[in-house]
T-cell receptor, first 117, second 111 residues
């Protein structure tokens, strides 16, 4: 199956700093990538949908100025958490879909554990 | 996208079949049923998907009722490594269609 990678796998940062997380589709081109956040013992919550070459679409309640998403190529999307605070500590997961419409599954990355101190 | 309802948790004896139900009574004609699982602190793993016919792959079988209002994921011989949270999701086929995760079923395989 297709592979999606994330970097870093975990990161610790100080409150007020910014953190960038990368999501790459390794062996396929992804028109659309998705970013999720997961708090302990909770389900995945969709944050935003990212289409290559255009602005991301954010879910209701997600601050677009705080969670900056860039999808500059068909294999790379980045999520930048700006001015991170302890409440942003979470497990961030990306997923990617291929180029065509159809019942194709999404492939998920392994996740990035963010801890803000 | 249609909402899904799954039991919060289930246990299954190792070596036995695990049958995980999912209700999706408001599913529309062009929406597929997908199953993913998430092992602790990992990204979700794709298991199987289907539209209206039953499907089988090397991991599992998917049984969809004739009215498509519910489905069952079957792990034929559960192992301890199948302990995970299993998510049933329905979604349309356009590239922008998102996966919205419900609470899923926490399956524990017991030795």
């Amino acid at each position: 199956g297709a592979v999606v990678s994330q970097h870093p796998s975990w990161v610790i940062c100080k409150s007020g700093t910014s953190v960038k997380i990368e999501c790459r589709s390794l062996d396929f081109q992804a028109t659309t990538m998705f970013w999720y956040r997961q708090f302990p013992k909770q389900s995945l919550m969709l944050m935003a949908t990212s289409n290559e070459g255009s602005k991301a679409t954010y879910e209701q309640g997600v601050e677009k100025d705080k969670f900056l998403i860039n999808h500059a190529s068909l294999t790379l999307s980045t999520l930048t958490v700006t001015s991170a605070h302890p409440e942003d500590s979470s497990f961030y997961i990306c997923s990617a879909r291929g180029l065509a419409d159809g019942p194709y599954e999404q492939y998920f990355g392994p996740g990035t554990r963010l801890t803000v101190t | 996208d249609a909402k899904t309802t799954q039991p919060t948790s289930m246990d299954c004896a190792e070596g036995r079949a695990a049958n995980l139900p999912c209700n999706h009574s408001t599913i529309s004609g062009n929406e597929y049923v997908y199953w993913y699982r998430q092992i602790h602190s990992q990204g979700p793993q794709y298991i199987i998907h289907g539209l209206k016919n039953n499907e089988t792959n090397e991991m599992a079988s998917l049984i969809i009722t004739e009215d498509r209002k519910s489905s069952t994921l079957i792990l034929p011989h559960a192992t301890l490594r199948d302990t995970a949270v299993y998510y049933c999701i329905v979604r349309g086929t356009n590239t922008g269609n998102q996966f919205y995760f419900g609470t899923g079923t926490s399956l524990t395989v017991i030795p």
